[in-house]
């Protein structure tokens, strides 16, 4: 590959991994902001659905940066590029582990608030209907644990294609005003609450 289409296929590369890492963390904050609302006023079979429904699009997007990272991996790079590569990629490994943690949260929800012996719930939502002298809840949705199996699956598969130790990644934070300054070698952008760089 000639050096000046590699040097666009990377930037483009980076382009593409960087949007679709932004879109992953809002889509798995709101899918987190839905897995705290479960066993409590607001749950009920839309909050339920709408939970399912977020993660599908977390998984999705994971799928994708996933692909695009082990594509600029494949790349001939410089030091800069693996570095920036590098951060993207652990991340990445971060924001899975805290979607499964909220998968696995979901799951434990969604079993403690389903009915239960007799239909009986622990929680009179005031959304659903009496059944069975009890409040009717939807119940733990057939898919929950094939999300988790599929996130696991992911991680492994993510650990075990790079070699790109965790521990070579210093994790960042960026101070706000008033706060300090933190280097601006360190910053991935304006914006940016957190970073990290390459030890």
Known sequence: MAPGRG???GCRARGVCMATQTALCKAAAGHRQLVLQLGGSADGPQLREERH?????VRELSVGLQSALLA???????PQERRELERLWVLFLSALELFLQDLCCAHHLC??????????????????GWRGGGPELPPVHPCLEEEME???AMLVEMESTANIPLWTVESMHVVGPGEGTAPASHSSGPGTGSCCRVL
């Open 72 to 78: 600029w991996l494949r790349q001939s790079m410089g």
């Open 150 to 152: 599929q996130v696991r």
């Open 53 to 57: 429904r977020r993660s599908a699009e």
């Open 111 to 128: 079993s403690i608030f389903s009915p239960g012996v007799g239909g009986v719930t622990p929680l009179h939502t005031g959304l659903g």
């Open 7 to 9: 040097a666009a296929s």
